[in-house]
């Protein structure tokens, strides 16, 4: 969730584009006690595209639609592989977790090629790449975790 300067910033768009942008569309998460309004990457990157599809035409070569797109596909897959680990963090038996484990966790898979996808429309991916590799490194630390398993440097898996 973001605030339109960390929107900004993430963007590298200036702040008012960005406000002009979320100007009526609901923020996903309310102001509230002083803490201003959040809206998800995915709303902010269709309103951001639909303001320049009004204003700056010209800019839209590679198709905002495109990475709208991509933006929800990560976005969803996130959202999955976040309802995964839960399933495995409220499993009290480790039994049961391995086997949660062992039928499979392609949220982990969709994660992963939603990060490649929106990566390779980045103009600057090779930026990016790093910090996604980071992220999924962590997100498997945590199910190895989770399944108390470990992978040793030689590749064999120890439970």
């Known amino acids: 969730m973001l605030t339109k300067s960390e929107a900004g ?20 998460e ?3 006690g002083g803490q201003p309004a959040r ?10 595209a639909a303001h320049e ?34 399933r495995l963090r409220r499993e009290p038996d480790l039994e049961k977790r391995r086997a949660l484990f062992y039928a499979g966790l392609p949220e982990f898979g969709e994660l992963d090629r939603a990060f490649l996808s ?4 980045n103009a600057h991916g090779e930026l990016v790449a ?21 992978i040793a440097p030689s590749g064999s898996v120890s439970a």
């Open 9 to 28: 910033r993430l963007l590298r768009r200036d702040r008012k584009t960005i406000a002009t942008a979320l100007l009526d569309v609901t923020p996903d």
């Open 30 to 32: 309310a102001a509230d």
């Open 39 to 48: 809206w998800r990457r995915s709303t902010v990157a269709r309103a951001l």
């Open 53 to 86: 599809r009004r204003t700056a035409p010209w800019r839209n070569g590679r198709g905002g639609n495109e990475i709208e797109q991509a933006a929800d596909a990560l976005e969803r897959a996130a959202i999955r592989m976040e309802g995964a680990l839960d």
């Open 118 to 121: 929106a990566n390779a429309l």
């Open 130 to 150: 790093p910090w996604i590799d980071q992220t999924m490194r962590r997100v498997m630390a945590e199910v190895l975790d989770l399944v108390e398993m470990t």
